[in-house]
């Protein structure tokens, strides 16, 4: 391979920041770029049609009531197990969850409960990658304790106090007996579970901005939720979500660009708990994207993160306008987090973006000609 190749400069990233051979090659693992571009719909045209089952939630907004959170119960037999160690390899568990059969009480010692059920709300929240139903809750033991029981299988799973948000499938045991795995689609609901807290648990001051505690509520909020349909968009666009540092950057850029109105690397590096290097915060979101990686290999995945950031922040200011946004986006995906790093960029960016307008652009002459053949792809990251 020529010096230029991405894959030269993606390991001459790694190396400039320390990285002897073996943690070179975990780390060009870990960084591979996870979207499939085979796997994008030609063209990737926005807004997507919503999924089937957004239309059963519409309806319970008009059924749950003044006790949302008793009437979720009632639908979803996961929100009446206590939260347990070891529950879901229990036999009672399988026979609810799996098998359909109707919960009591008697089998796992009483009712799961919220501390204040009376704040839980439901909504449906429309957005160019689909609309989906979300559930809400200032209660931060309240949010944990549904995301134990809808995404950890009512596990005593810890959730990190950066953590405020989770997307995920919750299942419908009585669809699940009679339709095979291959139409997953008739009985799980993706929904997504947020609480109403500052973004990461990062105060405004702690970003140097002077938002009072509602302005910062309400910006972290519509951050929080355009970080997670990020991640739906990528899951519908092309079948993939991860827990990486590259899904994190791409998501929490869309986020800061839709309600904060820019994107800062120092904000971002903080949101992940970054901005005391070459120290992690232990409570730092970071280490939720850290999956099996070596201590040297972390300790790398640090300054790499930093100077990723800082490349998109360049990107951005060059780049970035409102009217290009799924233009910006779609060349991220295309991306990695050494070759953000680089210090030639904006060749890979440049590549990276041209594909992009040319795959949106098929919208238009998809209309007025015949079907040719899709773009050629940008450079193989």
């Known amino acids: 391979m020529t010096a230029d190749h991405p894959d030269v400069i993606r390991s001459d990233v790694l190396r400039s920041l320390g990285a002897d051979r073996e943690t070179v090659e975990e780390l060009s693992t870990y960084c591979e770029n996870p979207f499939p571009v085979d796997a994008l719909p030609q063209p990737p045209a926005l807004p997507l049609p919503e999924e089937a089952h957004t239309t059963d939630w519409r309806d319970y907004l008009d059924e749950q009531g003044d006790d949302p959170f008793g009437f979720l119960q009632s639908r979803l037999v996961q929100l009446n197990i206590p939260i347990q160690e070891g529950v879901s390899k229990t036999a009672a568990y399988a026979d609810v969850v799996r098998r359909g059969k109707p919960f009591d009480e008697s089998a796992f010692g009483g009712r799961l409960t919220l501390k204040q059920p009376e704040l839980f709300r439901v909504s449906v929240h429309e957005h160019p990658a689909g609309a989906l139903p979300v559930l809400l809750t200032p209660n931060r033991s309240d949010f944990e304790t549904v995301v134990q029981a809808l995404a950890f299988r009512c596990e005593a799973t810890t959730i990190g106090p950066a953590v405020n948000a989770q997307i995920g499938y919750v299942g419908w045991p009585a669809e699940m007996k009679r339709v095979t795995s291959s139409e997953k689609w008739r009985f799980l609901d993706r929904l997504i579970v947020v609480t109403d807290s500052p973004y990461s648990s990062v105060s405004a001051a702690e970003l140097g901005l002077e938002w009072d505690a509602a302005t910062w509520r309400e910006k972290s909020a519509a951050l929080r939720m355009e970080h997670e349909f990020t991640h739906y968009a990528t899951k519908r666009l092309y079948g993939k979500m991860t827990l990486n540092v590259l899904d994190e950057i791409i998501a929490d850029w869309a986020g800061m660009s839709s309600a904060m109105g820019d994107f800062r690397s120092a904000w971002f590096v903080r949101f992940l708990g970054l901005d005391d290097l070459p120290k992690a915060r232990e409570d730092g ?26 490349g998109l922040e360049a990107l951005h200011q060059a780049h970035y306008t409102r009217e290009q946004r799924p233009r910006f986006l779609l060349a991220l995906t295309r991306l990695t987090l050494e070759l953000l790093a680089a210090d030639n960029r904006e060749r890979f960016f440049g590549e990276a973006y041209g594909w992009a307008a040319r795959m949106l652009d098929r919208r238009t002459r998809l209309h007025t000609g015949p079907e040719s053949a899709p773009p050629s792809q940008p450079f193989s990251a």
């Open 285 to 310: 979101r970071i280490h939720t994207y850290r999956q099996t990686l070596s201590d040297e290999a972390f300790r790398i995945l640090a300054p790499l993160t930093l100077q990723a950031a800082e």
